[in-house]
Structures are given as C-alpha cells and as structure tokens.
C-alpha cells in the first residue's frame, strides 16, 4: 500500500515539474515577437528563441509577426475635383518595428491602416480631376506613403510601399473616353489619309510635268532638226541645179518622176497637176520631138558643165505653137521655184517652232491646272477633319 502511495505521489511530482518547465521555457520563432505582462503589466518582449518566464505569475500575449506584410483593400469610393465616383482598390506593404506599440498603443492596426488609407485617399483624389487621378497613380501611391508612414510610426508601424491596384470610373465616363479615343484615332487616320493622297498626287503631278516638258522638249529638238534636214536638202539641190545651169530638158524630166508620187497617197481617188507640169511637159516635147516636126535639134552640150547649152543655140530656138517661153525663161523660172521652195522651208520651220512652243504653253498650263486642282482637294480634306474635330465629343 506504501508503495502504491509513493508511486503515486513520485507521478505527481513529475507531472507538475514538467508543467512548471513548460510554463517556464518558452520558444520564439524567428522574426516573430511576443510580449510578457507580469501582474497585468508589460514586463517584456520575448526574442526569437529559447525565453524563460516565471509560471503563473507571467502571461505571454500572441505572436506578432515581424516580417512585411500585405494588405489589400477592396474599392473605396472616393469624389475627384470635377465631381466624379471613382472606386480605387489598394495594396498596402507595411511592417511591424515595434511589437509593444503595435500591441498597446492600438488595437487593430491592420484595420487603423486601412481606414488611415481610405481618408488619405479621398484627400489626395480630391484634389485631382479624372485625368489627372488616371495619369497620376506614381505622385499618388508616393502622398499616400508619405501620409500614412508619418500617422503609423507612432504605432511601431513602418508603411514601405502604396500601390494603387485599379481605379474604376463610372459607366457613362468610360463610354465617353472610348468615344473620345475613336475620335482621335479617326482623326489621325483622316490627316495620314489626307497627307498621303496630297503627296501622291503632287508627285504625280510633278512627274506628268516633267514628262511634258521632255517629250515638248524632244518634240522641240525633233522639228528642229528635221527643218534643218529639209533645209539642208533643199539648199543642195538648189546650190546643185543653179551651179550646173541645168538643162530645161533635165527638169523636165524630173517633174516626170515626181509625177508616181503623187499618187502614192492612201485614199487619192484624184489628183491635181500644176500648170508647170504641163509646161514642162510641153518643152520636153518640143526638145525630143524637134526631128519629128522637121526642126533642127538642140546641139549637144559642150566639153564644159554637164548639161549647159554652148553656142548660141540657146538664143535661137523658138517658142513653140502653144505660145511657150524659151529654154532660158524656162531656166530662170525653175531657180524662182527654187528660191521661193527655199523661203516655204524657212516658214515652214519657224512655222514648226511656233507649234513646238505652243504645245510646251499648253503642256504648263494644264500642269498648273492640275497643281491648282490638288490642292483644292488637299483644302476640302483638312476643312473635313477640322469639321471632324469641332464636332467630336469634348
């Protein structure tokens, strides 16, 4: 029975120093800290690691987590300058510095945060209009942390960081903003659209004017050059038939093969002959059909020019029945056809650069036409896009 009893008597005695121990020792984590009240009083706060504390006459309060923590809070409604509700979500980041003034100098830090940053953010906002709440979230989250740091470092609370999370304008203010960036991208869209149609058709202006000019230019050149060709031609074979002293039979003779071309044409159901043809046609006659009509023939051309007549048979062959001029009219009258085929060249030519400048006129004006034309459609598309912008929404 004794030995029942002292059995007995030896559990309890361990049972109450391993309560005592566990009432004595206690264990912090670390960044953790936890305070002592002795009697009701704070007596200390426990560090991280093995603390002894005197059983039943200390309490140990709960932990408090030293580490930073996050927050967030759900959508404030807070009123901007010009009279808008706006909800604004936010993150706060803060960490506890001191665990005897978070533990005794408030009682729910976490929600003194929260209501601290609610009131600071309709102080901030309300000094901004929309705009600048939506553009300015940096000035903000750095007011807000300022604030709040200087209010909750009396509570042994360090605020590092504001973040604002979302701001939510009302419905018809989003529609409007939608409304208001369409504008401005049509806007833009108009003035490249109109920028570009101007470009191209002033360079393609420019091109077509530069092309006129060439091909006026060519065209120019050309008939220049083919007046002088004519010029040039006519020059010879006049200098060649007056330098010769050609016979009346060699002209005649060339008006014979003249006389195919001119039937030549497409589409020449008739054709003229001049009065010279006849005439020639008549003196070659006389010329080649003198043995026939039992008149003397003309006498052949001496050792000197090539077709010149020598002697005075010139002078004496007569006219014949028709009433026609001699050899020697008929002479001076092929170079006065000559000289005045020389004079038509020179009118035809200056005739030819008078065309060329005429058509280089008309060329410009219808360039400066077309100049003119461009830029009244360039005037009608920027008076649209101002229009476009008095209209679209403010």
Request: proline share 5%; net charge negative; charged share 25%.
């Amino acid at each position: 029975m004794d030995a029942i009893v002292g059995l007995v008597i030896a559990v309890i005695v361990v049972v109450l120093m391993f309560v005592f121990v566990v009432k004595t020792v206690r264990i912090v984590p670390q960044a953790r800290a936890r305070n002592v009240e002795r009697f009701g009083r704070y007596r200390k706060t426990l560090e991280p690691g093995m603390n002894f504390i005197i059983p039943f006459v200390d309490r140990v309060k709960p932990l408090i987590d030293l580490r930073e923590q996050v927050v967030a809070f759900k959508g404030q409604p807070v009123i901007t300058e010009d009279n808008l509700v706006v909800l604004i979500d936010t993150v706060l980041f803060f960490q506890v510095t001191d665990p005897r003034a978070a533990d005794y100098e408030i009682v729910n830090y976490i929600q003194a945060i929260e209501q601290l940053t609610a009131t600071m953010l309709r102080s901030v906002i309300g000094s901004m209009d929309l705009e600048q709440t939506l553009t300015s979230r940096d000035r903000i989250n750095n007011m807000l942390r300022g604030v709040l740091d200087e209010a909750s470092g009396k509570w042994g609370i360090r605020v590092t960081r504001v973040e604002i999370k979302a701001i939510d304008p009302p419905k018809s203010v989003v529609d409007a903003m939608e409304k208001q960036m369409r504008a401005e991208r049509e806007k833009r869209a108009a003035i490249l659209t109109a920028e570009g149609v101007r470009q191209s058709k002033i360079l393609t202006a420019e091109g077509e004017k530069q092309s006129n000019i060439l091909r006026a230019e060519g065209d120019k050149q050309s008939q220049i050059l083919r007046s002088e060709g004519q010029a040039q031609a006519i020059g010879t074979v006049f200098q060649a038939v007056h330098h010769n002293d050609a016979d009346p039979k060699v002209l005649a003779y060339q008006y014979l093969q003249t006389l195919p071309q001119l039937a030549q044409a497409e589409g020449n159901t008739f054709w003229v002959i001049p009065s010279e043809v006849t005439t020639a046609l008549k003196t070659l006659s006389t010329a080649f059909g003198s043995d026939a009509a039992g008149q003397p023939a003309a006498p052949p051309a001496g050792p000197g020019r090539p077709g010149q007549l020598t002697g005075a048979a010139p002078a004496a062959l007569p006219a014949d029945a028709a009433g026609q001029p001699s050899l020697a009219a008929n002479g001076d009258t092929a170079r006065a056809e000559d000289a005045s085929a020389g004079d038509a060249a020179v009118e035809e030519r200056a005739a030819g650069d008078a065309a060329v400048e005429e058509r280089a006129a008309e060329e410009r004006a219808h360039t400066r036409d077309e100049l003119a034309q461009v830029e009244q459609e360039v005037a009608a598309v920027e008076r649209q896009v101002a229009e476009a912008e008095r209209s679209g929404p403010r």
